[in-house]
Every structure is written in structure tokens, then in C-alpha cells.
């Protein structure tokens, strides 16, 4: 069974366990990777491994984040699969009846998805051994923002309503590596994290429906676009 058919038995049960006609928690699986295409996870520039290594560095410091964890020399890269377009467009197609669901709090919506494309358990991009490949790779946090859950309470006597702020912010995982002609690639994600909670967007994950619009990996796919836009133009005028 992949990942996805996976969260989704587990949401279901929740659903089912709890008996509610609205949503009271939503998938926390969604990733940068349910919003770029394959190829526009990777990033090919003229530029040496040590400089994108600097680069990354200070896209994270100009965003107020930080590295917690990095290495290299790593025997490995990564490659979009053979048919990693069909996969993200089935995948895609799946993800937004979902977010359609839960805009709607429908459960029963939800339930309704059709998720028997073979390609939904196809991966999109693989990591190949590669001794040779030297990869440098980097995890960090960024862009750490806030997001409301509001809570109401009736009794007998009395009703109260009040709001607890949430901290999410982007785990950024950038791995790159040196290709012919004195360019190098890299190959980013960008995954939602709640910090209060230590939990990162993974298949089998829950987050409060409130959170759904901040947990969509909509902002953690800006993050990466812009990554990308950052290398890029700071390359380009060191070649002029």
C-alpha cells in the first residue's frame, strides 16, 4: 500500500471512529512537492558546489532561518522518474479534490475520492547511487509564521470561545551536486512543520482543519521557487 492510500485509510477511520459531519482534523502530508512539477524541483546552474553551498546559506540568513543539519560527500543524486509528470498530475488531481473537501468540510466528499490510479503508488523522483556524486546536503528551518485556532465551549450554564496561535514554519531540504561542464544541480523541498508539536508533514500525519490552508505545502513551494530564483540570479550576475 503507498504512503498516500495509507494517510488516507488513516483519516478515514478517524473520520469514520468519531462519527462527525465536519472535518476536526485534515492530512498533514502535504509538501512543495504537491505543487511543482518534477522538473521544477531541480535547479541546473553554472556555478561550482561550493558556491551553491554558500548561496543556500545565505538565502537561509536573508529569511531569519537556520541550518540544523548538513553533510556531504554524500554517494548519491537524484533524478525525476520516467513518467514523474503522469505521476505528479494524478497525484495533483487527488490533492486538490482534497483540499476542495475540506474547504467545503465535507467528509463525506472526501470519502467520495476516487484513488485507484496505479500511478498514485508511482514515485516521481528517485535517489540513485552514485559514488562519484559527492552530494551536498542541507536541512533547515525557515520562514517560521503563526496561524490561529479558535476553540468553542458550551455548558449548560454558559458557551466560550477562544484562539490558541500554532507555530509553523518550512523544514527547507536542499541536497546539490556537481555536474559536467562546471554546473551544478540542486534538487530542493519544502515541508511544513509544527514546531509546538515536533511533527513534519508526513503520509499519516493529522493536523486541526483549521491549519489546512497553511499546511497545503503552497508556502513551502513559494519557498522553493524562490530558492531557485535567488541561485539563479546571483549566479548569472557573477558570470557578467
Not at 556555478?47 to 551553491?52: K, V
Request: charged residues 25%.
Amino acid at each position: 500500500m503507498s504512503k498516500d492510500l495509507r494517510c488516507f485509510f488513516l483519516t478515514f477511520v478517524f473520520l469514520l471512529s468519531s462519527g462527525c459531519r465536519h472535518f476536526v482534523q485534515v492530512d498533514l502530508k502535504y509538501s512543495s512537492d504537491a505543487h511543482l512539477a518534477p522538473a521544477a524541483r531541480f535547479l541546473e546552474v553554472h556555478t561550482s558546489p561550493q558556491t551553491a553551498s554558500k548561496l543556500v546559506d545565505e538565502y537561509v540568513k536573508r529569511n531569519q532561518g537556520r541550518v540544523e543539519l548538513s553533510e556531504s560527500k554524500l554517494p548519491f543524486r537524484f533524478v525525476p522518474a520516467s513518467n514523474s509528470e503522469s505521476a505528479f498530475r494524478a497525484a495533483r488531481r487527488v490533492f486538490e479534490q482534497e483540499w476542495e473537501a475540506y474547504a467545503a468540510q465535507s467528509p463525506r466528499r472526501y470519502r467520495g475520492i476516487d484513488r485507484s490510479d496505479p500511478l498514485l503508488s508511482t514515485p516521481e523522483v528517485l535517489q540513485v547511487a552514485d559514488a562519484a556524486a559527492n552530494t551536498w546536503w542541507v536541512r533547515a528551518s525557515i520562514l517560521p509564521r503563526s496561524a490561529q485556532i479558535f476553540h468553542a465551549r458550551e455548558t449548560t450554564y454558559f458557551s466560550t470561545t477562544w484562539a490558541t496561535n500554532e507555530a509553523v514554519e518550512t523544514r527547507l531540504y536542499v541536497w546539490w551536486w556537481a555536474a559536467p561542464k562546471g554546473k551544478t544541480i540542486v534538487y530542493a523541498r519544502g515541508v511544513p512543520f509544527m514546531r509546538h508539536y515536533q511533527a513534519e508533514a508526513a503520509p499519516g500525519a493529522v493536523v486541526d482543519w483549521q491549519l489546512w490552508k497553511v499546511t497545503n505545502g503552497a508556502v513551502d513551494a513559494a519557498l522553493v521557487r524562490e530558492l531557485f530564483a535567488f541561485i539563479g540570479s546571483k549566479t548569472r550576475d557573477a558570470q557578467k
